[in-house]
């Protein structure tokens, strides 16, 4: 236990409720990596910053450049494995909703955008290992972001999974073909 949660709350209640939201309230492979982004990017980010933070630049209390970059890259190979090995492979299972998995292997700019340019969806979408390393720069970027940011001086347990569901949500919901 950190010296915080002695009278507080409990680091893991915060996990759980930060678990509980992300996979309850997006769809299915977002709620996952949000979750994957929290045990992966956050150990990157502490442990890297430990060991390397104080030969980078602080970017604020408690938090490096070195960390920062750290989660950034795990985000980006958690994201890699999973939509790109472990998704796959899984796909969903057969009790699953319509739309659980909302990445599809392909990335587009909006039919609005498209249009008012003229060119034809075809022209704007890119699929496979092309979409999937944008969407795996994207989730980096967000769990470096989400690992990063205070918000209220909230427990990062609860504000990195709902952070970066609703991050690779909200770029699936403009970009998502």
Do not use: H
């Not at 938090?63 to 890259?73: D, E, H």
């Not at 795990?74 to 009790?95: H, S």
């Not at 060119?119 to 890119?126: K, M, V």
Request: charged share 15%.
């Amino acid at each position: 236990m950190r010296e915080t949660e002695v009278d507080g709350w409990n680091g893991v209640i915060w996990y759980l409720l930060g678990a509980y939201i992300a996979l309850r309230f997006f769809p299915k492979d977002v709620g996952v990596m949000g979750v994957l982004l929290l045990s992966w990017c956050d150990t990157a980010a502490s442990t890297f910053g430990r060991l390397y933070g104080r030969y980078t630049i602080r970017l604020r209390s408690g938090k490096s450049l070195a960390g920062t970059m750290a989660a950034f890259v795990t985000g980006l190979i958690t994201a890699v494995m999973f939509w790109g090995w472990l998704a796959p492979r899984t796909g969903t299972f057969q009790d699953d909703p319509a739309g659980a998995f909302m990445f599809s292997g392909q990335l587009g700019l909006p039919r609005q955008v498209t249009a008012y340019l003229g060119w034809s969806a075809a022209d704007t979408t890119i699929r496979g290992a092309g979409a999937l390393g944008v969407m795996s720069l994207w989730a980096g970027f967000v769990a470096s972001f989400s690992e990063f940011v205070d918000i209220l001086g909230w427990d990062d347990n609860l504000t990195i999974p709902v952070l970066s569901s609703f991050g690779l949500w909200g770029f699936l919901k403009i970009f998502g073909a």
